[in-house]
């Protein structure tokens, strides 16, 4: 099947730093990317929709400024946590979504812990 | 309001003991519906798409069926490594996706 690579998979920063976080697909081309982030034994908290080329659109209550999302090719996505704080400490996941079968495939997932 | 529920929420199985998880949608303009199974500290691996209803697709000890309403992801003879966060999804049009809460699985040797 087809593979979605992230990195890195773990990340530990002092709080007030930046954390950047990729997102490839690897044999396929993503115009569209997802952010989640997934707390402790909950489900997928969609933060934001990643499109090649143009802003990404952010969910109600996810701040734009905070989490940086670029998508500047077809195969990339990042996601800059800014000036984290412990609060953003979370298991960040990345989707793809192969535009020729419509099948989403997910990344390995990020864990940021702050300090 | 459109959703995805899936249930139960947690399921604990014997090993060989057979059993189905359900997820069921109200979208409308379904483009498929997909299953996941996650284990801890991972993301989503891919298991199955399934586009229309009447569609059935297996994969070891998985089998994956969908109805106009809802999908059944049935488990044949479960072995303690099927143990896992089982998730569905569902693809609508706009490119959006619906999650369920997932199921939580658990073979029990």
């Known amino acids: 099947g087809a593979v979605v690579s992230q990195h890195p998979s773990r990340v530990i920063c002092k709080s007030g730093t930046s954390v950047k976080i990729e997102c490839r697909s690897l044999?396929?081309?993503?115009?569209?990317m997802f952010w989640y982030r997934q707390f402790p034994k909950q489900s997928l908290m969609l933060m934001a929709t990643?499109?090649?080329?143009?802003?990404?659109?952010?969910e109600q209550g996810v701040e734009k400024d905070k989490f940086l999302i670029n998508h500047a090719s077809l195969t990339l996505s990042t996601l800059t946590v800014t000036s984290a704080h412990p609060e953003d400490s979370s298991f960040y996941i990345c989707s793809a979504l192969d535009v020729n079968t419509g099948e989403l495939f997910f990344g390995e997932g990020s864990r940021l812990t702050v300090l | 309001e459109d959703q995805v529920t899936q249930s139960p929420e947690a399921l604990r199985l014997q090993e060989g003991e057979s059993s189905s998880l359900n997820c069921s949608y109200t979208v409308s303009g379904l483009r498929g519906l997909f299953w996941y199974r996650q284990d801890p500290g991972k993301g989503p691996e891919f298991l199955f798409t399934?586009?229309?209803a009447g569609e059935e697709k297996e994969k070891e000890r998985l089998k994956a069926t969908l109805t106009k309403k809802e999908s059944f992801l049935h488990i044949t003879a479960p072995k303690p490594e099927d143990s896992a966060t089982y998730l569905c999804?569902?693809?609508?049009?706009?490119?959006?996706?619906?999650f369920g809460t997932g199921t939580s699985l658990t073979v029990i040797p």
């Open positions: 990643s499109n090649e080329g143009s802003k990404a659109t952010y």
């Open positions: 044999d396929f081309q993503a115009t569209t």
């Open positions: 399934l586009y229309s």
């Open positions: 999804a569902v693809h609508y049009t706009g490119n959006q996706f619906y």
